[in-house]
C-alpha cells in the first residue's frame, strides 16, 4: 500500500463499540488507546494479559475469554486485530470488510484497511503519524515532533479566538537556552508578550511577526511603564482573548512582582499561570562559579535588594549575602555589613551581564570593592556576593584560596569577557 493511498482522518469513538481481537501486549496498548478515546471496549482472546484482566476486572472494558467468532464484528464501529497468529487477524479483517467496519490487521499492514498512527499529545494538540507502515519510524518521528513542540521550535499557537489567559514566565538570567521547557512552549502559544528589560531578549526575535511586544522594562530609578499599568495590560489583553505572556527576568515569584500580577489577574476573573524560572540570585554568580553555598564554606544564604535590610541578615563570612541591583548601593551596604561585624577582608564578587556576551566579574573584598567598583564604572544589572564563596570561583585569586578549596573550583564558565580585579 503506497502512502498515497491514505487518507488520514480522526475518529471520534466516544461511546460507540470497538473490537480488539487478541490479548497480548499489542492488544493492551491499543485498547488502552480507545479507552481514552472514550470507546466501549470488547476484547476477544483466549488468555489476556494482566493489565487487560485488570481493566475488566475495573470495568473498564469487557472481556471475552475465547477463541475469535465472526459475529463478534456484528455492530462494531471499528476493529483492531492483534492476535499473533496471521490466519486469525485474516479471518477478523476479511470478516470486517464484508461489513463495511474500519479494520486495523497488525499481522499484514500492507493489505490492512486501516493504519494506528503513532500518537502524542501536546496541550490540546494531536499528533498522529503514519511512516509507510514503520512503527518505530512513527515512533521517533512522533518524538521528535513533540519535542519540537514542547520546546517551542514550532508553532503551537491557536488561530482562532479562544478564552484569553496570563502566563507570568520566569525566563532566567538572560541566556534564551535557560528558559524552563513551559515557559518555551507558552512563549510559542503567545499572541501578547509583556517582555522586561532583564528577560531572554534573544527569544523575542524568534516569535511570529504578528506577535505584539509590549515594552514594560525598568531601569535602576526608572519605571517608565508603572507596576498600575502594567497589571492592567495584562488583564485588558486577556479579557479581549488574547493568550498573555508576561515574560520576566529570573523567577516571577523572586524579587519580581509577580504574586502581584497574579492577584491582581485572579481578582478580575483572568486564568493566571505561574511558570517558575531560574533565579538571577542563584544562576548569575554561578556563570562566575561561584555557589551560594559549599561545604565546608556556607550552609545558607540571604538574598537582599538594599542596604536597609542589611541588619537583619547574618553577618558572617559562611552565609552569603547575596545583593540584586545594589551596584548603586554597593558602598553603603559594605559599611554596613561592616558596622555589624563583617570583616574587612571578606571576599566579594560582583557578576555583571551574568551569561551574556559581555559578563564581567569584579573580584575584592568587602573593604576594597566599593572603590574598585567605582574605578571601573560596574553598573547594573549585577549581582553581588559577599561571602567565604567567592573563594571557590575560578576567578578568584590565588591568595583568596586554600588548599581545601582550591580543587574543587567549578569549570570555567562560559563567557566571552571576563575581568578579574584584586585589592
Known sequence: MAIQDIYPTALRLLGRPVLVVGGGPVATRRARGLL?????????????????????????????????RPSDVDDAWFIQTATGDPAVDTRVAADAEAQRIWC???????????????????????????AGGDPRRAMALRDAVATALETGDLPLRRRRPAAGSVALVGGGPGDTGLITVRGRRLLGQADVVVADRLGPRGLLRELAPDVRVIEVGKTPGHHPVPQSEINGILVEEA??????????????YVLGRGGE???????HGVDVEVVPGV?????????????????????GFSVVTG??????????????VILLMGVGQLRDSAAALGRAGLPAATPVGIVENGYLPNQRVTIGTLG????????LGVANPAVIVIGDVVRVSPFAPSHFKTADYSTTSPNSPRTASTRVLTP
Not at 500580577?261 to 481578582?267: T, V
Not at 533565579?279 to 550552609?299: E, F, M, N, Q
Not at 576594597?368 to 574605578?375: K, P, R, V
Open 368 to 375: 576594597t570593592i566599593a572603590d574598585q567598583a567605582e574605578a
Open 279 to 299: 533565579t538571577s540570585a542563584i544562576s548569575v554568580p554561578a556563570a562566575a562559579g561561584i555557589p551560594v553555598t559549599h561545604r565546608g564554606l556556607a550552609k
Open 261 to 267: 500580577e497574579a492577584e491582581f489577574c485572579r481578582r
Open 104 to 130: 486495523v490487521n497488525a499481522s499484514d499492514h500492507e493489505s490492512s484497511a486501516a493504519w494506528t498512527p503513532a500518537v502524542a499529545v501536546v496541550d490540546d494538540v494531536q499528533i498522529a503519524v503514519n
Open 307 to 320: 542596604h536597609e535590610e542589611l541588619s537583619e541578615v547574618p553577618a558572617r563570612a559562611d552565609h552569603t
Open 36 to 68: 481514552d478515546a472514550g470507546a466501549r471496549v470488547t476484547v476477544v482472546a483466549p488468555v489476556a494479559s494482566a493489565a487487560l484482566q485488570d481493566l475488566a476486572d475495573a470495568g473498564l472494558l469487557a472481556w471475552e475469554p475465547r477463541g475469535y
Open 239 to 252: 479579557l479581549a482573548g488574547h493568550r498573555v505572556v508576561r515574560l520576566k527576568g529570573g523567577d516571577p
